[in-house]
């Protein structure tokens, strides 16, 4: 890919504000998180795309649409992580049950581990187009996975960034490699 990888994490939810694990939960927006990805299209202005991506979950569609991009294409592949039986609990409550649980390290019971993400995050970027920049809406753990893969971390790797709701990511290159150009 020549271009840059825009990526933006999908507006604030009830489950996000209140610290729940939400993967394939389909939950929606809240007021807040309407406002949030409607300001997202100033923050995104004077940028053309050549493709733009979508999660088929509600939050990542309505955050795009919302921030002005209704034409985006679902990729099934950027879903967020599948908490498996840890989906909609908070990480207290997941370490009531399992102490010394990591996600990056253990992944989740009836769910998916660091591997399983990552192999979605690199399908997907080697599914990028040659030419021309690309915008993403997805979920927070998935775009941590997508950012470690593409700069060449383990999946694993992820957890060393950390993606606001309603945050933006530019992946791009310098003198020839991937690089992170700017996190906010």
């Known amino acids: 890919m020549a271009g840059e990888l825009v990526i933006v994490r999908h507006a604030d939810t009830d489950w996000t504000v209140g610290g729940r694990h939400t993967g394939r939960s389909d939950i929606p927006l809240n007021g807040r998180g309407r406002e949030v990805a409607a300001a997202l299209a100033e923050r995104l202005r004077g940028r053309s795309f050549a493709t733009i991506w979508t999660s088929p979950l509600a939050r990542a569609r309505e955050t795009a649409r919302l921030a002005g991009y209704p034409q985006a294409q679902e990729r099934a592949a950027l879903v967020e992580w599948d908490y498996g039986d840890y989906d909609g609990l908070t990480r207290v409550q ?77 992946l791009g290159h310098e003198h020839g490699q991937r690089v992170l150009r700017s996190w906010h």
């Open 94 to 170: 997941i370490l009531e049950r399992n102490p010394t649980w990591d996600l990056w390290r253990d992944g989740c019971p009836g769910g998916e581990t660091a591997g399983e993400v990552g192999a979605r995050a690199d399908m997907l970027l080697a599914a990028l187009p040659g030419e021309g920049d690309v915008l993403i809406f997805s979920h927070g753990h998935m775009l941590r996975v997508l950012t470690a893969r593409w700069l060449g971390l383990d999946a694993a790797g992820g957890a060393l960034f950390a993606l606001a709701p309603g945050g933006i990511g530019v």
